[in-house]
């Protein structure tokens, strides 16, 4: 397995990591057992990097980690995040806690439904906009002193919180959607700061929510539940756009012999070895199949005809709804 160094003070981590979320909430319904499973088969793959969160499920996710890490928790690293309040009571008057009480609370219920003593790298799922930026990361620089976690992070953030954040204590990740139809941290100058600071990117949905493997092909192929649904990109004239340059992608990678997939994550990879993508599956095949993007050498002429299918400006509709765009901390 290939590897990657997690920010300037990190651990070595594989080059591609696995995103957990999947296999509990916003696609379909869960399938534990095949979830358990893909978690298994990843680790026997040589993945080292796993990637959850409290709100996801909520709680389940991690509950379903912690059971398919046992007895091997120290090959891991292992990341978790909070800030968004799942007790529905509360949500309707708070969608996010970054109070330094409740970092100090939220840390110790994910430590134990993981089953575990330390977390390796705890991200802030977003900021809260009642609580400055260096009062939260105050708050998880105590749970690093209490050694309740190793290494802290971020997730959906720009340039100038992350300065902020940073400045407080080190920040060891920022985690933000980027892929060939998501180019923020590029667009926004988060990746530049990033570099600057020793801060390592890692990309959630590096394969555009599944939208970029050509296999969705019609809105009718999402459950009723399904994140996407709500998704401007997946609507309408938006998604009939952005399903032209899927294909385009899908005539590239068959000329090549990969899958779209594995072209789209090698794109990513490419961008440099500060990046660690995330992508995210509920299965083991697709798994196997994201995994051998890391076998799959591009010339620069390559990537730089997949670059010009897709254009930063080539995507038609918001990657959010208006709602998750205003949790998205400058």
Not at 201 to 213: E, Q
Not at 286 to 310: G, M, Q, T, W, Y
């Amino acid at each position: 397995m290939k590897t990657r160094q997690l920010g300037a003070r990190g651990p070595r981590v594989s080059a591609l990591g696995l995103g957990c979320m999947g296999m509990s909430q916003n696609y379909g319904a869960p399938d534990e057992a095949e979830g358990f499973a893909t978690i298994q088969r990843a680790l026997d793959l040589g993945v080292t990097f796993l990637d959850t969160a409290d709100i996801y499920g909520p709680h389940t996710n991690e509950r379903l980690v912690g059971r398919a890490i046992r007895g091997r928790r120290e090959r891991i690293v292992l990341a978790t995040k909070f800030g968004f309040v799942a007790d529905e009571a509360l949500a309707a008057t708070r969608k996010l806690d970054g109070r330094p009480e409740y970092v100090q609370r939220a840390c110790d219920a994910s430590l134990q439904r993981l089953g575990v003593d330390m977390i390796d790298l705890y991200y802030l799922h977003r900021v809260d906009p009642l609580v400055p930026i260096e009062d939260t990361v105050g708050a998880m620089a105590a749970l690093v002193r209490a050694g309740k976690v190793r290494f802290l992070g971020l997730s959906e953030v720009g340039p100038v919180t992350l300065r902020r954040a940073h400045a407080v204590h080190p920040i060891t990740a920022l985690q933000s959607e980027f892929s060939l139809w998501t180019r923020d941290p590029e667009d926004s100058g988060a990746l530049a700061v990033c570099r600057e600071l020793g801060i390592a990117l890692v990309p959630f949905s590096p394969l555009g929510r599944g939208f970029l493997t050509g296999a969705i092909r019609s809105p009718d192929n999402f459950a009723e539940d399904d994140l996407r649904k709500q998704n401007p990109r997946f609507q309408g004239e938006n998604f009939t756009r952005n399903l032209q340059l899927v294909d385009e992608l899908h005539r590239l990678a068959r000329e090549r012999g990969c899958t779209p997939a594995q072209l789209a994550l090698s794109w990513v990879l490419s961008r440099g070895e500060d990046v660690i993508p995330i992508p995210g599956t509920k299965d083991r095949k697709h798994l196997e199949d994201n995994l051998r993007a890391l076998d799959l050498p591009f010339a620069s002429s390559e990537l730089a005809a997949i670059e010009a299918i897709f254009p930063s400006d080539a995507i038609s509709g918001a990657r959010y709804r208006e709602a998750m765009l205003a949790m998205i901390a400058p």
